[in-house]
């Protein structure tokens, strides 16, 4: 029990959720289309999570009205326009890309939260970013110097450093939620303004592009995206993030390319390499290093 509390295996398992949506997210970018997924992933949360957690909700909207701004906010950095981003990026690049791009996001995590909180990185942390960072790239790359240098990056890859960078935002300012404010109704009123300030978007993808056919494999990855990325990820991430800052929680990034190789071996039958296992070494070994350093104190 204390293991599935610890504020690093609620990060590990949302690095988890999110390498899934990404495989699905690239495996029907010809079925549905971006804003389709986006806002039926949010709706569909919400759904879910409306019976649960209405009574509550109603019983703090005197927090929620008092802190609506920061609210909204939140809920357009890092439901609307981050997953909007996500979901253009895995339709319009390779995943190998998107890893790629994604796994620059714990070099994002410190340069916002400088810039925001003033919140410094010491020596230690540095160290740890880079080693994940190296085997991050030794399994993007297999070990070839010439995979990296032959990348070609695409408007697509834009849209993916744009997620990178608002998720970052979102995650830093994370810190300014009202202490009061339950989890699960802050995550039921981020669903829900994340729903309604995709919708017009939406509404304009359905109208100039058509919407997906309506059969199982779509059906099975909405209920995907709707339950374990969105719900249980976000209260994952969430609370790790309150809990160890987003400096650090910012390196189990580093685990969804790691995590996605995983899964392609697991789910699409692709052959481990030497690679792999050297790459989610140097990866678990920078989280290490980054997790365990202690938070230096600004002048």
Known sequence: MRLILSPYFLLAVTALCWSGNHVLGRAVHNDMQPF??????????SAVLLPF??????EY???????????????????SVNHGFLYLALNKTTAINVGLINAMAPIVFPMASFLIDRELVTTRQAIGISVSLAGVLIIISRA????LLGLRFTPGDLYMLGAVVVWAVYSVLLRRLPPGLPPMVFLLVLCIIGAILLFPFYGWELAARGGFAVNVPNLLTLAYIGLFPSILAFICW????????ANKAGLFQYLIPVFTVGLAILLLGEVVHA?????????????YLTTSARRPVPE
Do not use: K, M, T
């Open 275 to 287: 690679y792999h296992a050297a790459g989610a070494v140097l990866a678990v070994i920078g989280i």
């Open 36 to 45: 389709s997924l986006a806002f039926w992933r949010w709706a569909l949360a």
């Open 144 to 147: 070839d110097l010439a995979v």
């Open 61 to 79: 909207r005197a927090v929620v009205r008092r802190h609506w701004p920061l609210l909204v906010l939140l809920a357009a950095l890092g439901v």
């Open 53 to 58: 957690v209405a009574r509550q909700a109603w």
């Open 238 to 245: 969430n609370e790790g993030v309150a809990r160890i800052g």
